[in-house]
C-alpha cells in the first residue's frame, strides 16, 4: 500500500516537474526562438510605414541605481513581458498623444494584455499629470544620470531618442527589437505587436 502511494506521489511530482519545465521552456526560449526565425525568415512589416527592425537586437542594460516614478528599481523592468517604450525628455502634447497611442494599442491586445507593458523613459520628475491620464504606465525617471545612460540606448544612427519621437519594442528577455518614426499609424505598429506575440507562443 505504501509503495503504490509512493509510487503514485512520484509520479505525480514528475507530472508537476514537466509542467514547470514547459512552462519555462515556453517563457524563456520561444522569444529567442521568435528573434531568430524573424532574422532567418528577413521579418520585416510590409508597407513603408511600417517598423524598422534592430539589428541586431539591442541587450539594454541598466543602472543599479535606475529607478521609476515609484522608486521600484529597474533591474527586472524588461523582465517577463513584451514593452513598447517611448522616450521622451519633457511630456508635453507629442507626447501626450504617443501615450495615448500606446494605451490604444495595450487595450486592444485583448486577452494579450498581460503580456505587454508600456514604459516612458523621461527626465519629469513631478508625473502626477500623466499618472492622471495613464496609472498603468511605468515611468522610468530617476536619476538624471541613469536615465541619460539608458536613452542613449534607444539612439538609432544620428537620432538622439529624446527628440526623435519614435516608439519601441522590447522582447521579454530585454532586447530592443524594433522601433518606429513618429509617422508610423498607430493600427500598424498594433498589427506588428500582434503578429510577434503570436510568434512568441509559437512551439
Not at 41 to 60: H, N, Q
Not at 165 to 175: C, E, I, K, M, S
Amino acid at each position: 500500500m505504501q509503495t503504490e502511494q509512493t509510487s503514485t506521489a512520484y509520479k505525480e511530482n514528475q507530472r508537476k516537474g514537466r509542467a514547470v519545465f514547459l512552462m519555462m521552456l515556453t517563457f524563456f526560449v520561444v522569444p529567442i526562438i521568435a528573434v531568430v526565425l524573424m532574422f532567418k525568415y528577413d521579418f520585416k512589416p510590409t508597407g513603408a510605414s511600417r517598423g524598422e527592425l534592430m539589428v541586431p537586437p539591442r541587450l539594454i542594460e541598466t543602472t543599479a541605481t535606475l529607478k521609476n516614478s515609484d522608486g521600484k528599481d529597474g533591474s527586472h523592468f524588461w523582465t517577463e513581458k513584451w514593452t513598447m517604450v517611448y522616450v521622451s525628455d519633457a511630456c508635453e502634447a507629442s507626447c501626450m498623444a504617443k501615450l495615448k497611442d500606446m494605451r490604444q494599442i495595450h487595450v486592444s491586445m485583448y486577452k494579450d494584455i498581460p503580456r505587454t507593458q508600456r514604459v516612458l523613459i523621461t527626465h519629469v520628475q513631478d508625473v502626477a499629470a500623466i499618472k492622471k491620464y495613464f496609472p498603468d504606465l511605468n515611468i522610468i525617471n530617476q536619476s538624471d544620470v541613469d536615465v541619460d545612460k539608458l536613452s542613449q540606448q534607444f539612439n538609432i544612427a544620428n537620432e538622439v531618442a529624446f527628440q526623435s519621437n519614435r516608439l519601441y519594442f522590447v522582447d521579454p528577455l530585454g532586447h530592443i527589437m524594433m522601433s518606429y518614426p513618429a509617422s508610423t499609424p498607430a493600427a500598424d505598429i498594433r498589427k506588428d505587436l500582434a503578429r510577434l506575440l503570436r510568434y512568441s507562443w509559437a512551439a
